[in-house]
């Protein structure tokens, strides 16, 4: 009876947690074709390699709606906070049948291109593992510079590589230096960017009619990215007729990912929820 019940158990466990609990995913495993290197006072001063190589963490769904969500957190561009804007949403993600990706996509340091492309070359890899994770829509989620670099792709794609739907938490959308955060725009583009390179990674100036629509959330007190980045990128959305909701919060700062300080935090992500329904397959 007793090896009958551990066996009836083992069983149970191996339906319960059956698949990788996470997977871990090098996106350019032969090298990224625009890799690049980094005078010695250039490099990390905690000699990691962000520079150099793009890592997803993959953290399937064990009852799969059909839902992906690409994390790409922020950092100014300058790190990336992996735990609170990206794996801190695994368990909710996962709890409500949503596959959730958090990317360690590779610092600029005035490559503008490279984090955008392991976006791109993110998005291609979840779609040839689609049936794998039991996916039909893939969204970007990403808060401050995080949140640049997901308006970024859903107004910078192909047929290939454009997101289905967009989520930006206190986002970073401008490189105009009159509302921009500085920091960001300076490890994206570098100290003396042109005009053309300032006009193409301001996504407020990139929508278009064919965007996937968009979720936003951004509180009136944010000190550190001013929420009329938010505002104009939601202003632009409209007036190109790409679906958009947007909720705006008196009070919450800035960068609080899914940690419980925010106030409003079971507000904003039941709304998100009801928000998610119109994607399910």
């Known amino acids: 009876m007793i090896a009958l019940i551990a066996s009836v158990f083992t069983a149970s466990a191996q339906m319960m947690f059956r698949g990788p609990r996470v997977d871990t995913v090098k996106i350019w495993p032969n090298g990224a074709p625009n890799a690049f290197e980094l005078k010695p006072e250039q490099l990390p001063r905690n000699g990691g390699d962000a520079f150099t190589e793009a890592i997803m963490e993959v953290y399937p769904a064990r009852n799969p709606n059909g839902l992906c969500i690409i994390m790409t957190p922020g950092g100014a561009y300058m790190t990336v906070a992996v735990d609170p804007e990206g794996r801190d949403f695994k368990d909710w993600y996962n709890t409500h049948g949503i596959t959730c990706c958090v990317l360690k996509y590779r610092l600029p340091y005035g490559h503008a291109d490279v984090p955008l492309s392991d976006v791109h070359e993110a998005i291609k890899i979840l779609k040839s593992r689609a049936q794998e994770y039991g996916i039909t829509k893939i969204g970007i989620q990403g808060g401050s510079a995080g949140g640049h670099l997901a308006a970024s792709a859903a107004t910078h794609y192909d047929a290939e590589t454009r997101p289905d739907f967009q989520i930006l938490l206190y986002p970073v ?7 921009t955060h500085k920091g960001s ?17 301001s996504n407020e100036k990139q929508v278009s ?4 629509p968009a979720f936003i959330v951004v509180c009136e007190d944010d000190g550190i990215v001013p929420p009329v980045n938010s505002l104009r990128y939601y202003e632009a959305l409209l007036n190109n007729k790409v679906p958009a909701e947007m909720h ?4 919450g700062n800035h960068g609080w990912g899914w940690r419980d300080t925010f106030i409003h935090k079971h507000e904003a992500f039941d709304a998100l929820l009801l928000w998610l329904e119109q994607f399910k397959k």
């Open 173 to 179: 959308i401008t490189m105009e230096e009159s509302f």
């Open 185 to 201: 725009r300076d490890a994206l583009l570098g100290a003396n960017p042109s005009q053309e390179l300032i006009d193409f990674y």
């Open 209 to 212: 009619k064919d965007n996937p």
């Open 248 to 251: 705006i919060y008196a009070s």
